[in-house]
């Protein structure tokens, strides 16, 4: 059974940067896409960085508010995913998810990570 464990978060001024990790664990299948979410107080959780993978290349997606700013990467393995976060501001405050995505007996399987929180301060 996968299992996703996120490090990294903390509190940082805005302008700042950090960087967060999520360390896969278990037996490593092949995912179809890594990702992190964001829950902001009072807020649904969303869509941060979306790194969807396929045979011929990676691609990338980033919500708008995140663009030019941070950078989602991973290991050829498999085994981690990243998140870059550069000049960040207030509002980018939140607890942070990773989030998987494979096949497991022709079923899409979607594993999360417990969060690490992220406090950015004026």
């Known amino acids: 059974q996968v299992q996703l464990v996120e490090s990294g978060g903390g509190l940082v001024q805005a302008g700042g940067s950090l960087n967060l990790t999520c360390v896969v664990h278990?037996?490593?299948?092949?995912?179809?896409?890594m990702a992190w979410y964001r829950q902001s107080p009072g807020k649904k959780r969303e869509l941060v960085a979306l790194l969807s993978i396929f045979t011929d290349g990676d691609t990338f997606n980033y919500d708008d508010s995140v663009k030019g700013r941070f950078t989602i990467s991973r290991d050829n393995a498999e085994k981690w995913v990243a998140l870059q976060m550069r000049n960040v501001r207030v509002e980018d405050t939140g607890v942070y998810y990773c989030?998987?995505?494979?096949?497991?007996?022709?079923?899409?399987?979607?594993?999360w990570g417990q969060g690490t929180q992220v406090t950015v301060s004026s």
């Open positions: 278990g037996p490593i299948p092949q995912f179809n896409s």
């Open positions: 989030h998987t995505n494979h096949w497991e007996r022709l079923q899409s399987t979607d594993t």
